[in-house]
T-cell receptor, first 109, second 116 residues
Framework: QKEVEQNSGPLSVPEGAIASLNCTYSDRVSQSFFWYRQYSGKSPELIMS????GDKEDGRFTAQLNKASQYVSLLIRDSQPSDSATYLC?????????FGTGTRLTVIP | EAGVVQSPRYKIIEKKQPVAFWCNPISGHNTLYWYRQNLGQGPELLIR????????DSQLPKDRFSAERLKGVDSTLKIQPAELGDSAVYLC??????????????FGPGTRLTVL
């Protein structure tokens, strides 16, 4: 069983702050990691992918991967109310994606 | 570039009735996935197609669920008969070959199924 664990939240941060979302996974051979954003009533939207240890930055988003610790995180800088959503961590194993239950983020104006 | 297209967006049926969902993937994506997402959960894979072949249907409840992907493009997922527990959002996603390291999946808008 491929397990992906996320804190379900809710996580509340003030506007302009840094939001930190965390994810751990059980399968040591996983090579690809993804973050999806899902607004209420909408489908998941891919926002970040990361494959190598270290940081990957894209605009206000930074994904961090530590394969030794089986840990992946997403940082959102200068958080905006429009970032309020559920963030799903997904890990690729055996050609398929395994998702966590998501962390609900609320950015308070 | 058009994204993944799904229809219908919403479906309400009574239990024991049949229902079908349709998906058109992103052009050029030969891998197609059907997921089910229950409230408060992440998507869970039902079936994965590589072209027209169902290469992973281990999580598909085959007593009532069936799927097809004729000609390796559009796909249909069917439930017959539907049960109350089938109420969920059914998501279709597509990607390039699943074996690629850089294999990003893109989701359609989903079909919200309510079984009464």
């Amino acid at each position: 069983q491929k397990e992906v664990e996320q804190n379900s939240g809710p996580l509340s941060v003030p506007e302009g702050a840094i939001a930190s979302l965390n994810c751990t996974y059980s399968d040591r051979v996983s090579q690809s990691f993804f973050w999806y954003r899902q607004y209420s009533g909408k489908s998941p939207e891919l926002i970040m992918s990361i494959y190598s240890n270290g940081d990957k930055e894209d605009g206000r988003f930074t994904a961090q991967l530590n394969k030794a610790s089986q840990y992946v995180s997403l940082l959102i800088r200068d958080s905006q109310p429009s970032d309020s959503a559920t963030y799903l961590c997904a890990v690729k194993a055996d050609f398929n994606l395994f998702f966590g239950t998501g962390t609900r983020l609320t950015v308070i104006p | 570039e058009a994204g993944v297209v799904q229809s219908p967006r919403y479906k309400i049926i009574e239990k024991k009735q049949p229902v079908a969902f349709w998906c058109n993937p992103i052009s050029g994506h030969n891998t197609l996935y059907w997921y089910r997402q229950n409230l408060g959960q992440g998507p869970e894979l039902l079936i994965r197609y590589e072209n027209e072949e169902a290469v992973d249907d281990s999580q598909l409840p085959k007593d009532r669920f069936s799927a097809e992907r004729l000609k390796g493009v559009d796909s249909t997922l069917k439930i017959q008969p539907a049960e109350l527990g089938d109420s969920a959002v059914y998501l279709c996603a597509s990607s390039l070959e699943a074996g690629r390291l850089y294999n990003e999946q893109f989701f359609g808008p989903g079909t919200r199924l309510t079984v009464l």
